[in-house]
């Protein structure tokens, strides 16, 4: 008579445990992550009577022209001459890209023409420009 083994070794891995694991993991990231903070130019934009809302976000790209003519592309500082690659090159990745231009008030006529020149050039033909609203007027 031949008796067998009753407990076999086993070549599988316990994967009971693995939703507790991969939770504890969601949970430690979720709080130790900081969120980047708004890295943009201060820059006072002027006031308008009426202004409406770009439709989405995730088009459009920011350029911030400060007072001194210092040019910020996306959180980037650059010079004026390397707008038109930067641009080329966004427009080429995403053809329906808006720029939103953010220029300050005290910013120089020279400055805003140079940056439409450069956009010109780039084919973004997409431009917004931002305001802010004057207190108690109506859209």
Do not use: C
């Not at 202004?51 to 920011?62: A, G, M, P, Q, V």
């Amino acid at each position: 008579m031949h008796i067998e083994k009753k407990t076999k070794a086993s070549n599988e891995i316990s994967t009971s445990s693995m939703p507790d694991i991969i939770f504890m993991l969601l949970i430690f990231f979720m709080v130790t992550t900081v969120m980047r903070e708004y890295e943009g130019l201060i820059v006072l934009v002027p006031k308008a009577k009426m202004i409406e809302k770009l439709e989405s976000k995730r088009n459009t790209s920011y350029i911030w022209a400060a007072k001194d003519g210092t040019i910020v592309v996306d959180d980037r500082r650059i010079n004026v001459d390397d707008l038109r690659h930067i641009m080329y090159d966004k427009m080429v990745k995403r053809p329906k890209t808006t720029v939103s231009l953010l220029a300050d008030q005290e910013v120089s006529m020279e400055t805003i023409t140079d940056i439409h020149t450069e956009l010109r050039e780039a084919h973004a033909l997409r431009l917004s420009y931002s305001a802010k609203r004057i207190e108690g007027e109506k859209l």
